[in-house]
């Protein structure tokens, strides 16, 4: 299963629901935040407990060129909880660690994708667009220029979160939007709260 969310779990968090299970946490979209990129780390273990996981944190740095380590951490994984920040910051993260090889994988194996904001927009077929809500160019320590911005293509839309939200990027976000519909582009736009839901790959 893929779950894609504009801010937080949403309104559908019951269908990841499980008695007991395990998740790893990917923050590396706020890796732009240096030492407090950890400052919501209790929010979300908090909001996975509430639906039935114990959760540690996957941190794509410890995996820059060891894409065979990585697959063997997700191996133990049930669901994986890819959390917002700057999309173009995970995305590299994403190419660095060879986490496009090892999500393939394990999603065949039963692993459910969920992700928000930015865990959510590098699920879809590029980040046309996302440019105009996240800086492009940023570039944390640990992370080079030469390593590619590509995504994931989980689903063939691409995902605009916090659209007609209460949220400061919302405007950015209707702009987005604008850009993609000129463009004759595949998205869908997700107000806060909303989350799509795809049963396998499209």
């Known amino acids: 299963m893929i779950y894609l969310s504009s801010y937080r779990f949403g309104n ?6 499980r008695r007991e299970g395990h998740a790893g946490i990917i923050m590396n979209a706020l890796d732009v935040y240096g030492e407090t ?3 919501n780390w209790e929010r979300e ?6 639906l039935g996981y114990s959760s540690e ?4 740095r ?3 060129d060891d894409a065979d380590g990585l697959s063997a951490r997700l191996a133990g994984l049930d669901l994986l909880w890819v959390v917002g920040g700057n999309s173009f910051v995970l995305a590299r993260a994403m190419n660095a660690s060879g986490f496009h090889d090892a999500i393939g994988s394990v999603l065949e194996r039963g692993l459910i994708y969920a ?3 930015a865990g959510a927009c590098v699920a879809g077929p590029d980040l046309r667009g996302i440019d105009l809500i996240d800086d492009p160019d940023v570039l944390p320590e ?4 030469r390593m590619p911005v590509e995504t994931l293509g989980l689903v063939s839309f691409r995902i605009v979160p916090h659209v007609g939200s209460n949220h ?3 405007a950015d976000a209707g702009r987005v939007v604008a850009l993609l519909e000129r463009e004759g582009l595949a998205y869908r736009a997700l107000k806060d709260g909303d989350a799509v839901i795809v049963d396998g790959r499209v």
């Open 168 to 170: 400061p990027e919302s």
């Open 45 to 50: 273990v908090a909001d996975l407990e509430r």
């Open 57 to 60: 944190e996957i941190d794509l």
């Open 37 to 39: 990129r950890l400052m």
């Open 62 to 64: 410890e995996y820059f």
């Open 142 to 145: 640990g992370y080079e220029a």
């Open 12 to 17: 559908n968090a019951g269908v990841l629901r």
């Open 115 to 117: 992700g928000y904001s």
